[in-house]
Nanobody, 124 residues
Framework: QLQLAESGGGLVQAGESLDLACVAS????????MGWFRQAPGKEREFVAT????????DYVDFVKGRFTISRDNAANAVYLQMNSLKPEDTAVYYC?????????????????WGRGTQVTVSP
């Protein structure tokens, strides 16, 4: 099973950009569908984006489409989330997730592995 570690969070102003990274340790990273979730204070964790094993197919929740881009580098055991035009409502802890069972199970919130999260704070 993979172990996931996120990095890249921080404090930015509205309209700015931030890039998150998630590095996996373990075997067969390329066998996992990868994704990002987030959890804002007082709210449930919600799906943000997912990317297929080979990186050719990405899917996003509506409120980040056109602003966020998910990508992966299987040689580096890493998945990334590029976030542009950030808004205060994007403030949350962002989590990396991995699923051997594909995007549907991952989107349902039942992946095989979670990272510990990285805080993103967007000031007005």
């Amino acid at each position: 099973q993979l172990q996931l570690a996120e990095s890249g969070g921080g404090l930015v102003q509205a309209g700015e950009s931030l890039d998150l990274a998630c590095v996996a340790s373990g075997h067969h990273f390329a066998s996992y569908t990868m994704g990002w979730f987030r959890q804002a204070p007082g709210k449930e964790r919600e799906f943000v984006a997912t990317i297929s094993r080979g990186g050719g197919v990405a899917d996003y929740v509506d409120f980040v489409k056109g602003r966020f881009t998910i990508s992966r580098d299987n040689a580096a055991n890493a998945v990334y989330l590029q976030m542009n035009s950030l808004k205060p409502e994007d403030t949350a802890v962002y989590y990396c997730a991995a699923s051997l069972s594909g995007a549907t199970k991952l989107r349902s919130g039942s992946p095989d592995a979670w990272g510990r999260g990285t805080q993103v704070t967007v000031s007005p």
